[in-house]
């Protein structure tokens, strides 16, 4: 069965600091990759996305993500964390029916 | 702005009190999801709608049914709530065609007292 999986489920960063957040996949076919960010008490958001092409992509805020397809991996990373960014992350994968599997979420908590 | 609208935002019902959530989208597209998110977790699908036709996943409860009338809207009816259903209901709709990507309502918070 195809799953995500997200290393570290509880961060703190100081502001300032890099951030790196793991996400594995386990699915051979073509997939697209998203990372969703949820801010408190509010829905989910789309960070950025993979579909095709640039294997770097860019998103909003700052963040970026990198799809490594030999190591089935696609962490978001972000060089300088700030106190808004305060949220959980959800990493998710699409395959060929549509259906989105999302990792168990990062808590990342920025302390000011 | 072509969207995916969730009403209403907030819910408060009584345990076994029948409930509707409603979710419209102006994106016309074709397929549409109703996930369950619980405090801290990630969103659990419940069943989507391809065009007309009904997916439910495997262990989504029988207490949970959805209805979708024309394109456009999908609503959640929740038969007999427990208080294990409170939790954040999301809807959420795709193009088929073209990428994979789902666009997300705001969510409605159920709260079952």
């Known amino acids: 069965a195809q799953s995500v999986s997200q290393h570290n489920h509880h961060v703190i960063l100081s502001e300032a600091a890099s951030l790196e957040l793991g996400c594995n996949y386990s699915?051979?076919?073509?997939?697209?990759l998203f990372w969703y960010v949820q801010y408190p008490g509010q829905h989910l958001q789309l960070l950025l996305k993979y579909f095709s092409g640039d294997p770097l992509v860019k998103g909003i805020k700052g963040f970026e993500a990198e799809f490594i397809k030999s190591k089935f991996s696609f962490n978001l990373r972000k060089p300088s964390v700030q106190w808004s960014d305060t949220a959980e992350y959800f990493c998710?994968?699409?395959?060929?029916?549509?259906?989105?599997?999302f990792g168990q979420g990062t808590t990342l908590q920025v302390k000011p | 702005d072509a969207m995916v609208i969730q009403n209403p935002r907030y819910q408060v019902t009584q345990f076994g009190k029948p409930v509707t959530l409603s979710c419209s989208q102006t994106?016309?597209?074709?397929?549409m999801y109703w996930y369950q998110q619980k405090s801290s977790q990630a969103p659990k699908l419940l069943f989507h709608?391809?065009?007309?036709?009904?997916?439910n996943e495997a262990d989504t409860p029988d207490n949970f049914q959805s209805r979708r009338p024309n394109t456009s809207f999908c609503f959640l009816d929740i038969r007999s709530p427990g208080l294990g259903d409170a939790a954040m209901y999301l809807c959420a709709t795709r193009k088929t065609g073209g990428t994979n990507e789902q666009f997300f309502g705001p969510g409605t918070r159920l709260t079952v007292l």
């Open positions: 709608y391809y065009d007309k036709d009904f997916n």
């Open positions: 699915y051979g076919g073509t997939v697209n």
């Open positions: 994106l016309n597209h074709n397929v």
């Open positions: 998710a994968v699409a395959h060929n029916t549509g259906k989105l599997i």
